[in-house]
């Protein structure tokens, strides 16, 4: 920006910038685009803020493909219950000896005294007041420690309102140290056998059919093999989810991921890449065009070769190809994105740059012995400056889907997430079987508006900085 | 003419041997993924492995290996391919017509619904139909295909199964498994399982042809023998259709030859959404199981056709307009 150095060239710029604001101020279309643009921007700033869970590794916020919440406003669907999530705090049932704590974190120690078994029962309730569930889980880690010619067992055994009781989760009999995290969940198939139930049958639904209050029994067995008998069990962390079967404002993906949590952080891919790669590109097509147009002869020639080339390139299928050779990452589809489209600008450009040439001002300064460096730095650039900035909020769209193809079709970035991949999911996760519009539609909606949003910016811009374009309208 | 049509055919020869040698440098030199390692499996014996070896040609010098290289590309011997050890050209063959019919189909409905639509707006300059095909001139820009294509699969396919009990369009395949032998009915069947892709590929293309149309068309409506035709008395009609729009012909001309080769990239991710067994799906699986033979092959079919579609819309623009003098730089 060698140009804003002196003083009077910097009023002379903020006079054109302003004259530049005001007439694109005229352009409602324009303002539309930008106001939309900023919007996202502001999406994609605030993103973490925005929603509460890691858009990458946040699974069974609740049941797969779960609506959004908001349609529970619609009466067929008034009855269907959000993710209810239950802290249990244990406690102790009468008569036990029990040593140790309870509440969140239940402590039972074993202290030599005797040979006969021991048992320790604690118990906790919730309230399920909805209708039957698709999906559960209980959660919880345990360890054992100091164990000493000990045996012991565990088992949680859960007691309906209408007095069923079910055995969901057991560690049989046990005499070494051992710590796990367990996940007993409705699905698992090793369940449904020790329950008894068919292949078919919904263990949740079944479990839960009665609404009111259910019971959880946690049983711990001690039995020691000689006098010195010794050991301790902590259990903590204990949480009881019935997902549910609404979720948030967008809902929930195939392995119960927020939707809205995608969406959110891929608006800061989709401008990342859509931006990064309208700049890089452009910056090359302006020195390409720049260059060649000014210098002409050999350099000229060869570059438009160069062009002719890259244009006779498949594109799509060359990029897909690119990305799946040198590894699926955001770098290179930015970097490859960025190789294929310089050429429309930098033709743009260099016939601009042709015509300038042969203007008496940069006569003059080739007259006043002026290098050729410094009358492309100082006199060609800053005058395709506005058409190229243009071309670049036009070529932004292109860029954005170009990432949403190559995502969609599978070739994204695996660490980053983005709307062309939630569409890749969905497409290929069951969305369609599913019905799960919800899944499907917001990530297409936010792409297209996104980028017609920078269409409209950039024809207003296009119409701004090409006046011949303002007498057809 | 002459001239330069030998001139531009020599130019897009040597065009067509940097696009070999770039492949033959980018699957062969630079892909980390080296096509010894896909052919060649670590515990085979080292007589088979020489044989492989041999078959694919992997034995030779560098040097060597692309001089054979390029020369069987131009020659259309484009190998075997690694997972079906299918000769490629075979395999195009059975695929082209299923691509060739859909992009066909669509180039065509698109024009015919894009350019009549940009006639009329231009002739109703302000009118709610000039509205119409600018807005969807603009839509075109940022709406991807594959999405309108997911959301008519969804609906057309899925809700209409739940809420009609039958699938108006069925969402994937070129025609039942297996397919009807009455050959009547054997093109309905195709038609049938077209209809979804053809539909989504018109409404998102149309668009930008009725944007171009109407552009040109007002650009031509504003000149001089245009006042002159009108002054002279002649209907409406005959100033639209046989003064201005004949004039934009060679533009469009032009325009519809040079999509080819887009359209032809781009219909990959309609095949692939509606598993269309075209060339596209299989340039794609092709390459999820590094069969590069057939990757490199379509990718030089795809240089060819675009070139092809260049050279071609330089000589009709000629041909339609007399006015440019051919030879004279773009």
Known sequence: ?????????????????????????????????????????LIAIFAPLLSPYDPLASERVAQDFAKPGWVTIFPQFQDLPTTQREQLFWHAEKGLEFIGRYGKTVVAQYEAGGMETVGVEL???????????????????????DIKDLEYSLRITMFTPEGKSYLLWIEPTLSTIKGEVVTVQAVDPLLRDRLGFEMHENIAQILF?????????????????????????????????????????????????????????????????????????????????????????????????????????????????????????????????????????????????LSL????????????????????????????????????????????????????????????????????????????????????????????????????????????????????? | MREYLIKRIIVS?????????????????????????????????????????????????????????????????????????????????????????????ALIGTILVGIPLGILAASRRGSKLDVVAIGSGLVTWGLPTFFIQLLFMLFFCYYASVVFGFRIFPPSGISSRPPPIDPLAYMADVALHLALPLITLIIAGFGSWALYTRSMLVDALTQDYIVTARAKGLTERTVLYRHAFRSTLPPIVTMIALSIPGIISGAMITEWIFT???????????????????????????????????????????????????????
């Open chain 1, 357 to 473: 040439r042969e203007t008496a001002f940069v006569e003059c300064a080739r007259a006043s012995g002026a290098s050729r460096f410094h009358i492309i730095i100082k006199h060609l650039v800053p005058n395709v400056l506005p058409i190229a900035f243009a071309s670049l909020v036009l070529s932004v769209p292109g860029a954005i889907l170009f990432e949403a193809s190559l995502s969609f079709l599978g070739f994204g970035d695996p660490r980053v997430p983005t709307w062309g991949k939630m569409l890749h999911h969905a497409f290929g996760f069951g969305a369609f079987t599913n019905l799960a519009w919800w899944w499907l539609v917001p990530p297409g909606l936010a792409i297209t508006t996104l980028c017609l949003a920078f269409v409209f910016m950039g024809h207003a811009l296009d119409e701004v900085v090409n006046p011949r374009l303002r007498r057809r309208r």
């Open chain 2, 276 to 330: 269309l067994p075209g060339v596209g799906r299989w340039y794609l699986n092709s390459m999820l199981a590094a069969d590069y033979p057939v990757v490199q092959a379509v990718l030089f079919i795809y240089a060819v056709l675009m070139i092809c579609a260049n050279l071609s819309s330089d000589i009709i623009y000629g041909v339609l307009d007399p006015r440019i003098r051919v030879g004279s730089r773009r």
């Open chain 2, 13 to 105: 020869i040597l065009i067509l041997w940097v696009i070999a040698s770039l492949n033959f440098v980018i699957f062969q030199v630079l892909s980390p993924i080296s096509p010894e390692k896909t052919v060649i499996d670590p515990r085979m014996t080292p007589e088979v492995r020489l044989r492989l070896r041999g078959l694919f040609g992997l034995d030779e010098d560098m040097h060597i290996r692309y001089i054979k290289y390029v020369i069987n590309m131009f020659t259309w011997n484009f190998g075997v391919s690694f997972t079906s050890m299918e000769p490629v050209v075979d395999e195009l063959s059975i695929r082209l017509p299923s691509t060739v019919l859909l992009l066909g189909l």
């Open chain 1, 123 to 145: 118990s906790t309730t919730f309230d399920y007041l909805s209708i039957p569930p698709n999906d559960f889980y209980l959660a919880f880690d345990w360890v054992s420690k």
């Open chain 1, 209 to 353: 059919s009665q609404k009111g209050e259910y019971t959880l029994l946690l049983n711990i067995r001690f039995k020691p093999k000689s006098d010195t008998a010794k050991g301790q069990i902590t259990l903590e962390n204990t949480e009881f989810v019935v997902l549910g079967q609404v979720h948030g404002l967008l809902g929930c993906d195939n392995v119960g991921a927020d939707i809205w949590t995608q969406l959110v952080h891929g608006a800061r891919i989709s401008l990342e890449i859509g931006i990064l790669c309208a700049v890089a590109s452009a910056s090359i097509g302006i020195l390409v065009g720049v260059v060649t147009g000014y210098l002409g002869g050999v350099v000229d020639e060869l570059m438009m070769r160069i062009v002719d080339i890259l244009l006779c390139l498949p594109f799509l299928p060359l990029l897909l190809t690119l990305v799946f050779l040198f590894g699926k990452n955001i770098f290179y589809i930015v970097l490859f994105i960025a190789i294929f489209g310089w050429q429309g600008l930098s033709r743009l450009i260099r016939s601009k740059v």
């Open chain 1, 1 to 41: 920006m060698a140009f804003l150095f002196t003083r009077e060239k910097r009023t002379v710029f903020i006079r054109r910038i302003k004259g530049f604001w005001e007439e694109f101020g005229r352009k409602k279309i324009g303002l539309f685009g930008l106001a939309v643009v900023m919007f996202y921007v």
